[in-house]
């Protein structure tokens, strides 16, 4: 499943790009992907900075806060200015991550769910929520952790699968995530992307990451990707078909034209499966 006018090989869109995106947005990038929390309610010479892109391109949203999760109430007033944005801009596809981030506040970190029968039923209910609200199916994305809960019932890919049919959403599958926890919690992460449900795909990332230890990555998006992330994207695309892929680089950002090669290499490895 594709989203209306969501191809290719896409960039974040940050501030820090945004001259030199003005003065010419490289052929290699298709489509955007867009934090709305960091443009809701921006001053109006940015909002109109904003507008002239997503006039001209497709754009995604990607949610930061809204912890899926959580145990304090949803924040459905977010949600509504999220709903608003996407149609002011015309963006058809809205993702968050599986995890929480909220305890009566922000906590600024992506924290793991316990993979477990209540809290299956619990973030269902969010996410049914949540798309009920926006009037649309949202993608969730598999999300890095470095400590499992002390109690699990059972493993990460049962769960991503029971949260996706009960709550009937989209996969925002990203590459890296599966290869960071696949080193930080020692399983195959060719093995694991095998057990994710293909008809639910709907949207990749890709990312660098930080090694701390031999079997300890921190997933930061503050550095190239690495070939065994390239060799995972390359199989994911094999086994699953090609989707709209975004590079994420959120910290260390270089210059936009130094994010330029990878852009293009997502470009070469969906057009290995679309000759």
């Given at each position: 499943?594709?989203?209306?006018?969501?191809?290719?090989?896409?960039l974040?869109f940050?501030?820090?790009?945004l001259?030199?995106?003005?003065?010419q947005?490289?052929?290699?990038i298709?489509?955007f992907?867009i934090a709305?929390?960091?443009?809701?309610?921006?001053d109006?010479?940015?909002a109109?900075?904003?507008?002239?892109?997503t006039?001209?391109?497709a754009f995604?949203?990607?949610g930061?806060?809204?912890?899926?999760?959580?145990?304090?109430?949803?924040?459905?007033?977010?949600?509504?200015?999220?709903?608003?944005?996407m149609?002011?801009?015309?963006i058809p596809?809205?993702t968050?991550h599986?995890?929480?981030?909220?305890?009566?506040?922000?906590?600024?970190?992506?924290?793991p769910?316990?993979f477990?029968?209540d809290a299956?039923?619990?973030?269902?209910?969010?996410?049914?929520?949540?798309q009920?609200?926006?009037?649309?199916?949202?993608?969730?994305?598999n999300a890095s952790f470095?400590?499992?809960?002390?109690?699990?019932?059972?493993d990460?890919?049962?769960?991503?699968?029971?949260?996706l049919?009960?709550?009937?959403c989209l996969?925002?599958?990203?590459?890296?995530?599966?290869?960071?926890?696949s080193?930080?919690?020692?399983?195959?992460?060719?093995?694991?992307?095998r057990?994710?449900p293909?008809?639910?795909v709907?949207?990749?990332?890709?990312?660098?990451?930080?090694?701390?230890?031999p079997?300890?990555?921190?997933?930061?998006h503050?550095?190239?990707v690495?070939?065994?992330v390239?060799a995972?994207?390359?199989?994911?695309?094999?086994?699953?078909?090609?989707?709209p892929?975004?590079?994420e680089?959120?910290?260390?950002?270089?210059p936009l034209?130094e994010?330029?090669?990878?852009?293009?290499?997502?470009?070469?490895?969906?057009r290995k499966?679309?000759?």
């Open positions: 499943m594709h989203s209306p006018n969501l191809r290719g090989a896409g974040g940050r501030r820090d790009h001259v030199a995106l003005e003065q947005v490289p052929d290699c298709d489509f992907e709305p929390e960091n443009w809701i309610g921006t109006p010479s940015s109109k900075r904003l507008r002239a892109f006039e001209r391109f995604v949203a990607h930061l806060s809204l912890s899926l999760g959580g145990l304090t109430p949803l924040n459905t007033d977010l949600l509504g200015n999220i709903k608003h944005f149609r002011e801009h015309h596809l809205y968050e599986l995890s929480w981030c909220s305890d009566h506040g922000q906590l600024y970190d992506l924290l769910i316990p477990t029968a299956i039923q619990h973030t269902v209910a969010r996410i049914r929520q949540t009920d609200i926006l009037g649309q199916q949202i993608g969730i994305e470095y400590l499992q809960a002390p109690i699990s019932e059972m990460e890919a049962t769960f991503i699968n029971a949260v049919t009960e709550a009937d996969l925002h599958l990203d590459v890296n995530n599966v290869y960071v926890n080193v930080n919690h020692a399983y195959d992460p060719y093995e694991f992307l057990k994710l293909k008809e639910r709907v949207y990749l990332h890709t990312a660098g990451h930080y090694q701390q230890e079997n300890l990555l921190i997933d930061t503050g550095a190239p690495i070939d065994p390239w995972l994207l390359d199989f994911t695309y094999a086994e699953f078909g090609v989707f892929t975004l590079l680089r959120d910290y260390h950002i270089p034209q994010l330029v090669p990878e852009v293009q290499h997502i470009a070469s490895l969906q499966y679309t000759a």
